[in-house]
């Protein structure tokens, strides 16, 4: 059942992006994003601000982690900061190897912004365990 885009919530924005990120495809993600989609980092100092911007961005940057077979790990979870309480909680290589957290934004239905963030602290996050579209061995 395709839930209509009006209802989308920041947990499915987030779900939407952590399937992205494990199945290394982001078309279903672009079809979510607003024209003026910002996309930041606490540790790169400039703000991507438009979907094409990000589109151009994330594309190349999917293909390194397909071709350097690097594991990245997106867990659903809880850490109350900046307005929002639903999170990704982001791992490289290893689920242990925690990098930081991400939050969704959502304005009109779709997505409105990404932001990950290396404060507050992960050990403040409340994992839940499931990784939304990877495929476990």
Do not use: W
């Amino acid at each position: 059942m395709v839930k209509e885009t009006s209802q989308l919530t920041e947990k499915e924005a987030l779900s939407i992006y952590a399937k992205m990120m494990h199945t290394l495809d982001s078309s279903e993600f672009e079809s979510f994003l607003s024209e003026d989609f910002t996309y930041s980092s606490q540790k790169v100092l400039t703000d991507m601000s438009s979907k094409d911007e990000f589109i151009e961005y994330i594309r190349p940057k999917l293909e390194t982690i397909k071709k350097t077979n690097s594991s990245v790990y997106a867990e659903l979870g809880v850490c109350p900061a900046y307005g929002h309480a639903d999170c990704l909680i982001m791992a490289q290589g290893d689920k242990s190897n925690l990098l930081g957290v991400a939050y969704a934004s959502v304005d009109k239905g779709k997505i409105s912004g990404i932001s990950l963030c290396i404060v507050p602290t992960l050990d403040l996050a409340e994992r839940s365990g499931i990784y939304p579209g990877l495929q476990l061995n």
